[in-house]
């Protein structure tokens, strides 16, 4: 049992490790010193209780929303590849609906905000879901063509539609008071921690403890089994796995919106989306694991941050240490599999 | 020449430069697709061969950033290969990665080669090569026989695929193993082997067409400058139906979509420059709207073999 439970977290870590050692080499082949480099990564993930709160902890929550949303497709073997255009599509509308709500209560206006995110999500991924529903298009191009389409539709937003009133930036004016987050005082974590958190339970619950979970595994585990066998709607339990995953990034783009920026602006997002490929893979779609190596991730991208400021090292360069990280998962899932093919095959030596 | 006709030679001439970098993208991740391998990290392939051919051409002219170009698809294409093939992972996932890693990569290596400010970038580049006679031709000269070297090259790799895939004994080994990696096999044909090749070797297309991206159309190298261009490759491939005649077509497609830009701005028409900017992805789901349903993919794309 233990063992059972070690494995996964022990593989994980170990992936990890060898994200960072090729982050090192990569860094060390571009120029860089990759002791300075990485020095400069951990103080700025780690270095204080202002890093970690308001640095970590605050990337971490769009990556534990979208995180959960490819996890959710994933598990159903679909492939949401368009996480950052739905987190686009939510933060746009979220901006829009915030303007508007300076009149409303606070709950009611927050409720609003999310409320818009989460459908422009949907709205974004019911193109990929209705082309592959009616035509067999693969979802993994067309959401992935999408988050372009959502990048060049933020651009238009900020330099059009809503830009802020003075038309001098491309961006919009900040969201009424009344749709922002509550803060923790001394620091800049806000409230949608505690929906990522519960958000992650949720699905948890619904993935390991219903019927709904276990068409959706079986959906993804085998849909010629799970259809023929288990008489299950595959094509209907996938698709909605895809709504409901364009919801969650819909609304990780709201929560950045209510949370962290206040504004709309182009590249409001550094690759969240991609990198909650990573956070999904790493946790093997295990929601509460995600809440883990979101915050890893968080750290990971707050640590850039850190790292472009003392050492001059681009931010982007972490995507080597995602890149591996991913690639390693993969590796350690077939060779787990190897290895049990083979512990069935061979005689038994006890 | 009259207006319209100096437009629309404009506008071809825009349409087949753009197309360029597709068509050479898209005829490599066809070969390797007929072989059964999806690699999405074509998009890293093509971004490692652009800066690769702005760091050769910049020490050694626009050859060397070529070569360097084939040299850096190859590798990122072989990355790919090891884990996608070798080591039997999930395509679509390790491509999602291997792009992932790239943009990563090129982006702290440029910081190192160029420096912040990367605009000031100037990079020895492919002039025209006029064609004698031919460019003379109306309208059509200036834009078919009027273009930088590895357009040529380009269009020449059509052909070249076709004989290759079509009336070869190795184009032949390699569409069997994309239909039926285990009947291939069951018949000789070092699965694996052909797969592997074929992937480097749109791999090493992907960053040709990083190279023709920098060194023929753009004239310097930008962080994350192939903005999805090798998926849209993808794309063009499933339209294209497999087919090396049907890729160059779609890719022209491809390149008068974005050209239009061009040619609405020479007509004096105003309209939101983003709307040209998703024009081609727009196209991208349109195509595979309608080219999936008749088109037949290679049985075995995507499955590991």
């Not at chain 1, 990337?59 to 679909?78: D, E, M, N, S």
Request: net charge positive.
């Amino acid at each position: 049992m233990t063992g059972k439970r070690l494995g996964p977290i022990l593989t994980a870590l170990a992936a990890v490790g060898a994200g960072f050692v090729v982050l090192a080499i990569g860094l060390a082949a571009s120029g860089y010193d990759p002791v300075v480099a990485l020095g400069a990564l951990g103080r700025g993930a780690f270095g204080s209780w202002y890093a970690f709160g308001s640095a970590t902890l605050v990337r971490a929550i769009p990556l534990i929303l979208l995180g959960l949303g490819v996890a959710l497709a994933f598990r159903g073997g679909a492939l949401n590849i368009g996480a950052e255009g739905q987190f686009y599509a939510g933060a746009i509308a979220a901006t829009w609906v915030g303007i508007h709500v300076a009149a409303w209560p606070s709950g009611l206006a927050i409720g609003a905000v999310w409320s818009a995110a989460a459908v422009a999500g949907v709205i974004w991924i019911s193109v990929p879901v209705l082309l592959k529903v009616r035509f067999g298009v693969m979802e993994v191009i067309s959401t992935l063509l999408l988050n372009f389409v959502a990048e060049a539709a933020v651009s238009y937003a900020v330099t059009g539609p809503l830009q802020e009133a003075k038309r001098v930036y491309p961006q919009s004016d900040p969201i009424a008071a009344t749709a922002r987050l509550p803060l923790l005082p001394g620091s800049r974590l806000h409230g949608g921690i505690v929906v990522a958190v519960v958000l992650a339970v949720i699905l948890w619950v619904l993935f390991t403890r219903t019927r709904w979970g276990f068409r959706l595994k079986a959906a993804g585990l085998s849909p010629e089994a799970a259809r023929v066998s288990g008489g299950i709607p595959v094509l209907r339990v996938v698709a909605g796995a895809l709504l409901w995953s364009g919801a969650l990034a819909g609304l990780g783009g709201g929560v950045e919106i209510s949370g962290v920026t206040y504004t709309l602006f182009q590249n409001l997002s550094p690759g969240y989306g991609f990198t909650a490929i990573a956070v999904a893979l790493l946790a093997r779609l295990n929601p509460l694991g995600i809440i883990l190596s979101g915050t890893l991730f968080g750290a990971l991208e707050a640590g850039a941050q850190g790292m472009q400021r003392e050492a001059g090292v681009p931010a982007v360069a972490v995507q080597v240490a995602e890149a591996t990280i991913i690639l390693a998962v993969l590796l350690a899932e077939v060779l787990a599999r190897r290895a049990a093919a083979r512990s069935i095959s061979a005689p038994d030596p006890a | 020449m009259t207006g319209e006709a100096a437009v629309l030679a404009g506008f071809l001439a825009a349409a087949i430069r753009i197309s360029t970098p597709l068509l050479l993208a898209a005829t490599g991740e066809m070969l390797n697709e007929r072989a059964g391998v999806i690699n999405l990290g074509i998009e890293g392939a093509m971004l490692a061969g652009a800066l690769a051919s702005a760091v050769g051409a910049a020490a050694g002219g626009p050859w060397a950033g070529t070569l360097g170009a084939v040299a850096a698809g190859l590798i990122v294409a072989g990355i790919f290969a090891t884990v996608a093939i070798g080591a039997r992972c999930d395509q679509i996932i390790s491509g999602t990665a291997i792009t992932l890693g790239s943009v990563g990569l090129t982006g702290a290596i440029y910081r190192r080669a160029f420096g912040s400010g990367g605009p000031g970038l100037s990079l020895p580049t492919f002039p025209s090569v006029p064609i004698p006679g031919l460019s003379k031709l109306p309208v059509l000269g200036p834009a078919l026989f009027d273009q930088p070297v590895l357009t040529y090259v380009a269009w020449i790799l059509v052909p070249v695929a076709w004989w290759f895939l079509f009336r070869t004994w190795w184009g032949l080994a390699l569409r069997a193993t994309g239909e039926s990696a285990d009947a291939a096999r069951a018949s000789g044909v070092p699965v694996r082997r052909v797969q592997m090749l074929a992937t480097v070797t749109g791999g090493a297309m992907a960053g040709l067409a990083g190279a023709t991206l920098v060194l023929a159309q753009v004239g310097t190298f930008a962080e994350k400058m192939t903005a999805g261009r090798g998926f849209i490759a993808i794309a063009i491939v499933v339209l294209g139906r497999w087919r090396p005649a049907g890729v160059l077509l779609a890719a022209l497609l491809f390149g008068s979509a974005s050209a239009l830009q061009f040619a609405f701005q020479a007509m004096g028409l105003t309209v939101p420059y983003q709307l040209f900017l998703v024009m081609p992805y727009g196209l991208a789901l349109l195509a595979l709207a309608g080219g999936v349903g008749r088109a037949k993919a290679p049985a075995g794309l995507g499955k590991p073999a």
